[in-house]
Structure formats: structure tokens, C-alpha cells
């Protein structure tokens, strides 16, 4: 069997294993940042090494974890280090952005604004952010938030506020807000697990929950933005029969969804498997989110529900 010759393979996999390592450092360092992990979903003291499987099926190690662990014991010196400039400036960018409010920390009970000072936002997000005009539409999980920049295009008379924890994500659509001058959309960062420290009882008019994160194991079921809490959460923020919107490319975490619907006593209004396949019955599906994108051009379906709180 051909070896290869070693120098050769050496240059090429040291700079690829550096690169996966740095952007696994990266991803774990804005989840830091973000305050995206509590002490209960790692064990501190050990430096436990977190398998991963990477598309083409190799197994690495993540060195990473180790990274991170230091990165919560020393931050924000440590997670400037390992995270990258760009990234770095997008995330100080955001807070200098009229229409971005963040929560500093998932443990602090307030945001704040693009003059560093604490706003209480409950009752409050139509006058902070919005010139005082009504309704509010959430998009949960939105990322980039494609989806309250295409409905703030459309809809000038309503508001749309994009929720995420990740400032360089946030930092994309708020940017495209600015510079599209919608002052119909805004964005917070912050845990949808606190959502109800933020908003007031029935604030909220409809939501939106775009390609959220399937977290496909058993034991993670709790974390899935479905599952039974955030139900509750969203039925305390929003209106008594408010809609809430759900797409994604996961067949599991959509029957999921259906199943935590019915279960907890909500109505499911609308159903479909592979909107895409016919005509679609909203126009407002045909809006594409950049997760949206990648899977379509990986191949996959896109599902979509519906249901009232
Ligand atoms: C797979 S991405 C989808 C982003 C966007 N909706 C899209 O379709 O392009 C999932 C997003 O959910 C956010 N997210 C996951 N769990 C969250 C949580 N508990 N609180 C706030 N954001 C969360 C992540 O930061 C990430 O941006």
C-alpha cells in the first residue's frame, strides 16, 4: 500500500486540522460570549473531551472544548484571543446599533442599549424600539433574521424583532435594517429560554421560528424550541390565540413539534411535509432563510406548521 510521502501529507493536514480546530474554538468562544451554556451541560474541573462527527464521517477530537472551558474561566480576555476579528468586530459593532437591545449575560435580568445603559424592555418594546407603532412579531432563533427583514419590507406597518444569542448573526440583519433604513425592524439578543424576563404578557402578536437547532438526541429533547417549556414561555409573552410559524428542514424535530403541539393543547392549524413540491398556500413561505438556502442546495425538503397559543 502506497504511504505517500509524509511531509506532503503533514502541510496538508496540519493547516486543515488548524482550521477545523479554530472554527470549532471560534463557534464554542461566541457560545461563551453569549452566555449559551451553563455550568449543567459541561462538567468543570474535568477537561472532558467532546467527540464530534464532521461531514465526511471522520471523527476528531475537540482540543476546542479545552479552549472553552478556559474561555468561560477567563473571559472576555481569553474569547477575544480565540475569536476571530471579524467576528470580534461585529459583535462590538451591535452595540453601538439603535435598533439592537442585548442582554448581557443569560444570569443578568436586564438589556441593554446602544448607549450602555439598562432598559427595562417588558410592556416597553413599541416605544424603545419601534417610534410607539403597534403589533410586534417575533423571529425566534432568526440568525441573519431573513425573515423579519423580508416581512419588515412587506409589512411597514408592522414590527418585527429578531431574537438570537449570537451578536455576529444579529449583527448581519441589524446592519441590513440600518442601511435599508426598516424602522420596522429591530433585533434582541438574548436566550430564548429568558424570554419571559423581557416581554410582557401578551406583548407579543405572532412568532416566527425559522430552522432552529433540531438537537437530535434524546436527552436534548428539553432543548428544542417546541418542546413543552417553550411553549409555555411563548403562551405567557403572546396574545391568547396568537400564531406561531414554524419551519424547518427536519422531519424529526417536525414531528416533534406536531406531537408537543397536540400534546400540550394548542391548535395545530396547518400542516405540510415539503412545501415546495406544489403550489404554496402562503406567500409568505417562499420567504428563504440563509439556513433555508444551504439545505435546499444540500438536497433537502422544507417543512412548514402552524399553530395558535
Ligand atoms: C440553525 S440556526 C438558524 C438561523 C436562521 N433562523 C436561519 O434559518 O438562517 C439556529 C439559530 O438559533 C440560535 N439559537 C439556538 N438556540 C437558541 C436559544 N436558546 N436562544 C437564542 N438563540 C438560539 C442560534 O444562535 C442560531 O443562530
Redesign the pocket.
Known sequence: MAIGNPIKQYRLVVPLFKITIRYLAEELAEDAQ?G?EDKKTFHTGKLKLKIQRIKNGCIYVLVACGIYLNSDIFAPSLIRRVMGKAKMFKINSISTFANVLQNPHYTIPFMINDKGEEVDTKGKWRDLLFEGRPSLVL??????G??ALALGRKYPNKNFLG????GA?IYTGSKTAIDEQLTNVAFAR????NITNFFAPGEVDEIWI????PFPKKGDAK?R?TAKSFLERYRTIAKPGAIVHFKTDDLPLFHFTKESVEENGLKLVYYKENIYASPLDFEELNIQ????KSHLANGRTINYLQFQL
Not at 139 to 144: D, F, M, P
Not at 190 to 193: D, K, L, N, T
Open positions: 453569549a449559551n423571529e425566534l432563533a432568526c440568525g441573519k431573513d425573515y431574537v438570537d444569542s449570537k448573526r438574548m436566550r430564548i429560554e425559522t430552522f432552529p437547532d432543548r424550541l432563510t440563509y439556513y433555508e
